[in-house]
C-alpha cells in the first residue's frame, strides 16, 4: 500500500507570492493533518482536518489555510510568503479507528527567497 | 513556549551500545507519547509509543520508560547500530485533540 504522499518535493517561491502544496493520505484514512518543520527543529502542528472539517489549529497566522476534499486528500495554501516561511512542510494522516497514530509522508521544502 | 523539552541535541555512541533520548513535558494534559524517526530528507516515521498508565514499553531494541510523577519519558536503543543514525523526536499529544508537540530533536550518530 502507498503511504502518504506529497506534491511537489521541493519549491521555490519570493516573498509575497502564494503556494500550495498537496497531500493525499493512505487509503482508507480520514484524517490529515500539517505539520511545519525549519531546518533543524522539531515539526510544528499547523492544522488538522477530519472529515473534510478542520478539527485544530495551531499558532499560524491567518495567511495559512488549508481545507481537505471529498476524497480525503488535502491542500495547504500559504499567502504573501515571507522569507521565514521556508521550511519542510509535512502531512500525517490517521484512520478514524486510531486517529492518534500518525502517518507522516515525505513533506514539500520550500524555499522561499 | 516550548512544552517539550528534549536532550541532549546530539549524542555520538559506538556500535552496540546503548543510545539514551530523555524529554520532559510541562501540560499534565498530555496523554500520548510517541517517538519519531526522522532520516534526511524523509518524513519522521512512527518508532514506539507509550501512554502515562504504562511505565514502560519495549518493541525490539527500543525502549520507552516513563515517569508520571517526574513528567519525564525516555528512549533506550539496545544495540545501537549505524542504521540507527537519524534524528530522533519526542513528542506528546493532549486528549481529545490530534496535535502532536514535538521535542526539538536529537541527532544520533552510531560509530562502526
Known amino acids: 500500500d502507498a503511504g502518504v504522499t506529497q506534491s511537489p518535493t521541493h519549491l521555490i517561491k519570493t516573498r509575497g507570492q502564494h503556494v500550495t502544496l498537496r497531500c493525499s493520505p493512505i487509503s482508507g484514512h480520514k484524517s490529515v493533518s500539517w505539520y511545519q518543520q525549519v531546518l533543524g527543529q522539531g515539526p510544528q502542528f499547523i492544522f488538522q482536518y477530519y472529515e473534510k472539517e478542520e478539527r485544530g489549529r495551531g499558532n499560524f497566522p491567518d495567511r495559512f489555510s488549508a481545507r481537505q476534499f471529498p476524497n480525503y486528500s488535502s491542500e495547504l495554501n500559504v499567502n504573501a510568503l515571507l522569507l521565514g516561511d521556508s521550511a519542510l512542510y509535512l502531512c500525517?494522516?490517521?484512520?478514524?479507528?486510531?486517529?492518534?497514530?500518525?502517518?507522516f509522508g515525505p513533506g514539500t521544502r520550500l524555499l522561499v527567497l | 513556549q516550548q512544552q517539550v523539552k528534549q536532550s541532549p541535541q546530539s549524542l555520538i555512541v559506538q556500535k552496540g551500545g546503548i543510545s539514551i533520548i530523555n524529554c520532559a513535558y510541562e501540560?499534565?494534559?498530555?496523554?500520548?507519547f510517541p517517538w519519531y524517526q526522522q532520516f534526511p530528507g524523509k518524513g519522521p516515521a512512527l518508532l514506539i509509543a507509550i501512554r502515562p498508565d504504562v511505565s514502560e514499553k519495549k518493541e525490539g531494541r527500543f525502549t520507552i520508560s516513563f515517569n508520571k510523577s517526574a513528567k519525564q519519558f525516555s528512549l533506550h536503543i539496545m544495540d545501537s547500530q549505524p542504521g540507527d543514525s537519524a534524528t530522533y523526536f519526542c513528542a506528546a499529544r493532549k486528549d481529545a485533540g490530534n496535535m502532536l508537540t514535538f521535542g526539538g530533536g536529537t541527532r544520533l550518530m552510531v560509530k562502526p
Open positions: 501540560n499534565t494534559a498530555f496523554d500520548y
Open positions: 500525517a494522516s490517521s484512520h478514524y479507528r486510531d486517529l492518534e497514530t500518525q502517518y
